[in-house]
T-cell receptor, first 113, second 111 residues
């Protein structure tokens, strides 16, 4: 079956702009989580959505937001981009339960200039 | 909040040598998961350990979960160039599927 699909793969934005990233989970997976990966901070949890509701949230400012649609696809939005937002943004899909394995997409490489 | 520490940060071995990475959580874990990320790639799930003292093997990889369910290790016997990558441990926290990742151990294998 198809894996987790993230679009776009690469993105270059200017400081102050906003960006929307998309994630299509594996068919049948209803939990979608987002992570930010940087060389200095490693993998940091942003938020998790399940059945269109945010189930968990990490320690990121309100500029980072997300949502999930009825087909489980998810988007995350970052407003007022800062240079420090440059990172690899990874989406992971999981089955509906708790503490289940995460299947990661290839990520979106965001560069803020 | 919950923290997961992982050591070493980096290891460079000769092909055929063994490799071990260690993971320690500040709190007791319901389970621990291990992921591998190849250079330029994304994390790929390797295994999940659930029981206290559990040991699981995948070919040359041996995973252990401590008795107190606060620490874990991954041991690779006779490394190969295909083992190159970053190995992460991750522990769940809270409800749902939120994972706290260790910083990862970068493994380089010299042939």
């Amino acid at each position: 079956k198809a894996g987790v699909t993230q679009t776009p793969r690469y993105l270059i934005k200017t400081r102050g702009q906003q960006v929307t990233l998309s994630c299509s989970p594996i068919s049948g997976h209803r939990s979608v989580s987002w992570y930010q990966q940087t060389p200095g901070q490693g993998l940091q949890f942003l938020f998790e959505y399940f059945s269109e509701t945010q189930r968990n949230k990490g320690n990121f400012p309100g500029r980072f937001s997300g949502r999930q649609f009825s087909n489980s696809r998810s988007e995350m939005n970052v407003s007022t981009l800062e240079l420090g937002d440059s990172a690899l943004y990874l989406c992971a899909s999981s089955l509906a339960g708790r503490n289940t394995e995460a299947f990661f997409g290839q990520g979106t490489r965001l560069t803020v200039v | 909040g919950q923290q997961v520490m992982q050591i070493p940060q980096y290891q460079h071995v000769q092909e055929g040598e063994d490799f071990t990475t260690y993971c320690n959580s500040s709190t007791t874990l319901s389970n621990i998961q291990w992921y591998k990320q190849r250079p330029g790639g994304h994390p790929v799930f390797l295994i999940q350990l659930v029981k206290s003292g559990e040991v699981k093997k995948q070919k040359r990889l041996t995973f252990q979960f401590g008795e107190a369910k606060k620490n874990s290790s991954l041991h690779i016997t006779a490394t190969q160039t295909t083992d190159v990558g970053t190995y992460f441990c991750a522990g769940p926290t809270g409800s749902g599927n939120k994972l706290v990742f260790g910083a990862g151990t970068i493994l380089r294998v010299k042939s």
